[in-house]
């Protein structure tokens, strides 16, 4: 089990930790957070199956992990 903490530089305060595991190349990493007033389940997915190029993406849940809005995504590029 790994804890990631997000700092909200907006906001200057640590987002509740996420909790999760990689299972070789995929990280998948969770919390319960509040979004305008509304509980919601926060997922971080991390993809490093290209090394060079990994992928973190997010996704919130209003509705207990049945359904999930992915609302942002990066790509990181290794510097050679």
């Given at each position: 089990?790994?804890l990631i903490y997000w700092a909200d530089?907006?906001?200057?305060?640590m987002d509740p930790p996420m909790v999760?595991?990689?299972?070789?190349?995929?990280?998948?990493?969770?919390?319960?957070?509040?979004?305008?007033?509304?509980?919601?389940?926060?997922?971080?997915?991390?993809?490093?199956?290209?090394?060079?190029?990994?992928?973190?993406?997010?996704?919130?849940?209003?509705?207990?992990?049945?359904?999930?809005?992915?609302?942002?995504?990066?790509?990181?590029?290794?510097?050679?």
């Amino acid at each position: 089990m790994v804890l990631i903490y997000w700092a909200d530089s907006n906001r200057g305060v640590m987002d509740p930790p996420m909790v999760g595991s990689f299972e070789g190349d995929i990280g998948m990493f969770y919390c319960k957070d509040v979004f305008k007033g509304k509980p919601i389940i926060v997922m971080f997915h991390w993809d490093k199956t290209d090394k060079n190029n990994p992928v973190w993406s997010q996704a919130f849940s209003p509705d207990n992990g049945v359904s999930w809005e992915w609302n942002a995504t990066n790509t990181s590029h290794r510097m050679k």
